[in-house]
């Protein structure tokens, strides 16, 4: 893989820059709440900032190799580096999660959820944001290791303390679940570390050498990624955390929850597992695609059982990426791209659809479907907003959400050599009943909640969207509605990469 | 040589201070105890670095002393810490770690 | 757009410009609908301006392409092959393939831009006037640009991507249009009901893409430089005798599953009626020419693939021939039960887009297609005078038996439009509908289909005798209900007429010139005149002629431009694989016109208006309560002018013949089984899956799976407890456990050791 070091400074800025802000937090005044959002603005927008300066100066001509590469010694002991770059792979996803936390930055300046305390819930967030960026750009498996891990404490700490009711079983459960991943996930990195001579810890040799592991073997040490990445997709039958999670999380952490921390799992496939064992993942692809399609149809009918808004949301993400996780598993450069677009259209919708939650719920106290209703006469901009994503979340062509779903299903039917063509193709025309349940559901949820007449709330407190709620939403939409117009704006980059991801596989 | 005796005297401060931290209650002799058990491992040190002609007992030995030294700062810090907050020392009515 | 100097205004005309930029149709009211939703509500008109502005901007482009295909189908001369007007642009990429937005301008796509173009700009200026003072007037505005940006998108698409857009669109909009006034839970289960059951068609569009760009995708990237998703690709592709029959087959159903579900072909109608919900304009435009037709038109475009993958014009019937034949019948018996006048409309749309892909079906595309053009104006025309009785005459009523009749009075125009419509729709010569419907029946018959002619012909007797019932019940007799000047409730406030009066100009004027081309548009293709009246044959079919490509053209516009032909009578396209060339387009016969067959026809038409008008006048003027005794000689009296005798036979063999046979338990048996038995399937299964979602969420997510969680969980704990009170918290013991360990360690230690 080609390696253009120019710039290297700039992914290490953009990664730590939180860190900075975190500092300067922890030195303001807990009184000041004032200074307090000011810090964490500033550094959200600063870290933006550098993530734009790296989006001009990254080379698109060359997509597909790393760039801004920095090589240093880091635990010689262990032959670990600090190894970090980007790709068009990573490239959106990086971004996507700068921005993602700016603008739940802007969203909390308005909304700190209760018990309050926003230095701690700022500093949390700024954290987050550093472990979700540095797993983008790891490409060692230790540091990748580090930074995947560093997310889980403060989304703990996020849902614990400031999520809803039933809050400490569910953080509890998110962490646990995810931390059984990890533990396996690591046991395989280690495995793969020493079947290759235990040279370099780096994921571009390992995708060099680990071709050379014996299958028997590569099969056990994908078993072990599997899960690890598997539980953070999540992936039927592991995702029972999720809706938990979603659901008790504040609007904040459901928002990264859903928008970036979903795709780590799904980014570890197609960084780490794929390349670096390509035998072993022609063996398990069927697998997956199969555990994709059953999440897909499993998910729809979650949602179908709910009376609760986010939860309904929530579900509606393991349905999604089980399309995601379709598009992996034919191991082609069709599906994979149409996984990679579909983490970022994800991303932005749903993560679009639980700021809406978030809203609702401040407004009128509940998120019980039944008691909703007539948001269109009551908060008619809030309802179209509603409505524009149910559309782009069931994948209306047009918006983001279709470019991740229909070519996941189009290379469904034609998956990777080595596989077998009826099985995918049966997964195929399941995965397109799905949007069928997606619509279902979606709609249902809709004509129940915006459409009719307004179920006697004490009017005074529902307004439409705020300032804050516009700024925070509108470049979302915006690109939801851009990505869904101009597909290319990411195919362009994701696809040289997954193409050089994919060599294993001729293509 | 008197190895075997100072191994003996080794051996009765040791019992000693075993002794100590079971029995005692009070958090100050326990301290001293443990101090009793170092001390102990230090003869048992110098008299077989004495006989082996080696240094590398000599050097433990001090070293434990350091340690020892420390540990004793810190501990009674600890319980001059707890007596302020509860007006005692008794060791039985420290029990808020029990699982 | 700057301005031009006049050479510039000229030059357009000359080099094709309109044909060029006809892309330029769906994203004029594309944006039109960006502008009504950003700034519409503070328009002086509220949006309602930028609406009709961009679509009839349309229009003119639609118009310009249409005059301007004319002419290059006029340059080409009678036999050589029309190359379509194709620009595409790079849109998206994958797997190191480009593929391309663009559009594809031939013969049909200019005929159906332009009647969705026209339809669409009449409907907005009914609009104004209809749904003036609306709660959400920008909004239906803006929904209804959007709508026909959707149609023409899809007309234009080059590729299957951009038709699935444009169709997927229209999906969204009719899903806001039928949900209009959303308050009423009826009307919004209605809209959901359209979008759920138009959908689950759609996923036959999705696996059929897909099947379809797999299997040709190679074959037309080398042989064409066009992906699988091109449609001329396709097209050639199909022809070519390389696609294996099974999958081309495959494709075609999973195609057709999605046609069925768009155009309301049975058993997926059941939608179609209920979308009456929506505010009339709306039913006009999604009945006609846009949404509906959208299956039909599927069919039409990928008419190679169809062709071949359903082998037309083969021994056999067919897929598409079967379900269309079931399609008309079942949908002209239920007209006759309903007593809401969009329905009746609504069911006769159903038949009649069973009619067109009847023809599809039955090798005659050009009769389908010119069907498409005279049906969107007649219908566009019957639902605008519905909605203008409505409008001023029932009260915002439809329901023909409670709050109509007599209205021919009050309402010259709309009576002269409806009956005008009316009898273009039965076929009567010389409307319109006459030379688009008698030669689809006529070229099915001359396809060897004999019993599918029949059916066609039966189906023509069904509509003539419906439509003359509705057209009974609204505009003769008495006035009843609302037209009588009862005031049922308080929903005339709007309006200061008592009474049932004519609509305004913006209401009556679209009407009228929708009526003078129900009158017309038949002699755009008038067959009974002789060859020289084809003009749609002329313009729109494809000529199924063997062409061989050469690439050229500037980049990023891909011209095929043909080089050689061979003859055109005694092409083999379609029958046989083309050799040194590709064929776009299948060899089809065309019926010789006859007028003893049309006469036949026409003469069966005849007897249903005669035989329905005798029995609603009787039946329905003798159950008006001011007339009991004296029913029979005054129900003669009324009707008037045609048949005086038998009358007491007539009533007699209705009650208990005709009514009771056909009208009674057959109509409503099928009105049963739509409601009861496929809607019952529908909500059956929505009930089941709710059922299962709910056994799999509580049963399998709740307590297996995530029981199974929580159990590790329980064992971690318990092992927790078991040995939690070795933590006893206190310094001593903590101590002996230590030295006790330590001990034993130390044993341990010697005993090895010794």
Known sequence: MQMIRDNNWVLSVGTFLPMLGVIALLVTPKANEAAIKMVALLTSVATVIIGIFTLVNFDFDQAGAMQFVAQTDWIPVIKSTYFIGVDGISLPLYLLSMVVTLLVVIYSLDHIPSPGNPKAFFILMLILQTGMAGTFIAQDLILFFVFFELVLLPMYFMIGVWGGEQRQYASLKFFLYTMFGSALMLVAFLAIFFKTGAESFAIPYLVENGGGIAKNVQVWIFAGMFIGFAVKVPMFPFHTWLPDAHTQAPTQGSVILAAILLKLGTYGFVRIAIPTLPDAAIEWAPWIGGLAVVGIIYGAFGCLAQTDMKRLIAFSSVAHMGFVMLGISTLTSFGVNAAVFGMVAHGLITGMLFFIAGSVKERYHTLEIAKLGGMLTQVPRLGWILGLCSMASLGLPGLAGFWGEFPAILSAYNPADGLNVSVYRTYMVIAALGTVFAAAYLLWLYQRTAFGTPKGHDHHDVHDVTTYEWVAWLPLLVAIVAFGVVPNLLFGVIDPAVQETLRAFGG | MLTSQFLLLGAILFCIGVYGVIARKNAVLVLMSIELILNSVNINLLAFALRNGSADGHTFALYIIAVAAAEVGVGLAMVLLIYRNRRSIGLDELSEMRG | ?754
């Not at chain 3, 503070?42 to 310009?64: M, Y």
């Open chain 3, 1 to 754: 757009m700057t301005l031009l100097a006049a050479s510039e205004i000229l030059s357009p005309l000359r080099d094709g410009w309109f044909l060029q930029n006809a892309w330029l149709a769906p994203l004029i009211p594309t944006i039109g609908f960006v502008l009504i939703i950003l700034f519409g509500k503070r328009l002086p008109k509220k949006g309602s301006e930028v609406g009709v502005l961009s679509i009839f901007a349309s229009l003119v482009l639609a118009s310009g392409a249409a005059w301007q295909w004319i002419q290059r189908v006029g340059d080409a001369g009678e036999e050589r092959f029309v190359s379509p007007v194709i620009r595409t642009w790079t849109w998206w990429q994958s797997g190191g393939m480009e593929f391309t937005i663009g559009q594809h301008v031939d013969g049909l796509t200019v005929v159906v831009l332009f009647v969705v173009a026209f339809i669409s700009t009449l409907v907005q200026v009914y609009s104004l006037e209809y749904l003036r003072g609306d709660r959400r007037y920008t909004h239906f505005f803006a929904a209804l640009t959007l709508f026909s940006a959707g149609m023409l998108a899809m007309v234009i698409a080059e590729d299957m991507i951009l038709f699935l857009l444009g169709w997927e669109i229209m999906g969204l909009c009719s899903f806001m249009l039928i949900g209009h006034w959303w308050e009423d839970g009826a009307n919004s289960r209605a809209a959901l009901k359209a979008f759920f059951t138009v959908r689950t068609g759609d996923v036959g569009l999705l696996v059929g893409i897909s099947v379809l760009f797999f299997a040709a995708n190679e074959w037309t990237t080398s042989n064409l430089g066009l992906s699988g998703f091109s449609i001329r690709g396709l097209s050639a592709w199909a022809l070519s005798g390389e696609p294996n029959s099974t999958v081309i087959l495959v494709a075609a159903v999973a195609l057709f599953i999605a046609a069925i579900g768009k155009s309301g072909q049975f058993p997926l109608h059941t939608w179609l009626p209920d979308a009456m919900a929506g505010p009339t304009p709306v039913s006009s435009l999604l009945h006609s020419s846009t949404m509906v037709v959208a299956g039909v038109f599927l069919v039409a475009r990928l008419y190679p693939v169809f062709f071949t993958g359903l082998d037309i014009l083969g021994p056999s019937s067919n897929l598409i021939m079967i379900v269309a034949a079931i399609t008309i019948v079942i949908a002209a018996a239920l007209a006759f039960v309903q007593t809401d006048i969009k329905r009746v409309l609504a069911y006769s749309t159903v038949s009649q887009l069973g009619y067109m892909m009847l023809g599809l079906g039955a090798g005659a595309w050009l009769p389908a297609v010119f069907h498409i053009f005279t049906h969107a104006f007649f219908k566009a025309c019957l639902f605008l005078s519905a909605g203008s009785i409505s409008h001023s005459a029932s009260h915002h009523s439809f329901d023909m038996k409670k709050d109509m009749g007599g209205l021919r009075k009050h309402m010259p125009i709309t009576f002269a439009a409806w009956t005008v419509s009316t009898l273009a729709l039965c076929g009567v010569f010389p409307f319109s509908g006459f030379f688009s419907k008698d030669e689809i029946i006529d070229n099915v018959g001359g396809n060897g289909y004999t019993f599918f002619m029949v059916v066609g012909l039966g189906g023509a007797f069904l509509t003539a005798a419906y439509m003359t019932r509705a057209t009974y019940l609204t505009f003769f007799g008495e006035p009843r209900g609302a037209a009588a000047g009862e005031h049922g409730d308080d929903h005339g406030s709007h309006d200061s007429h008592a009474g049932p009066h004519e609509s305004g100009i913006l209401i009556t004027a679209p009407i009228a010139i929708l009526a003078v081309l129900a009158i017309f548009s038949g002699l755009f293709n008038a067959t009974p005149f002789g060859e020289s009246w084809e003009y749609m044959k002329k313009w729109t079919e494809p000529r199924a002629v063997v062409v061989v490509e050469s690439h050229s053209g500037g980049p990023g516009e891909a011209f095929l431009v043909p080089t050689a032909e061979s003859g055109y009578g005694d092409s083999p396209c379609g029958t046989e694989t083309p050799k040194s060339g590709v064929c776009y387009a299948p060899q089809l016969n065309h019926a010789k016109f006859k007028w003893s067959k049309a006469l036949l026809s026409l003469a069966i038409v005849f007897v249903g208006i005669a035989i329905s008008w005798l029995l609603s006048a009787a039946l329905y003027g003798r159950r008006d309560p001011r007339l009991v005794g004296l029913t029979q000689r005054n129900a003669v009296a009324r009707a008037g002018y045609r048949l005086l005798t038998n009358k007491y036979y007539l009533d007699h063999l209705y009650e208990r013949g005709v009514v009771s046979t056909i009208a009674g338990p057959f109509a409503r048996g099928a009105y049963w089984f739509n409601q009861r038995v496929l809607d019952g399937v529908l909500h059956g299964v929505a009930r089941v899956s709710r059922t299962v979602a709910n056994v799999v969420y509580r049963d399998i997510d709740q307590r297996l799976v995530d029981g199974a969680v929580n159990a590790s969980a329980d064992a971690t704990k318990a092992v927790g407890t078991s040995v939690q009170p070795i933590q006893s918290g206190r310094v001593g013991h903590y101590g002996a456990l230590l030295f006790a360990t330590a001990a034993v360690a130390a044993l341990v230690f010697v005993i090895l050791n010794t």
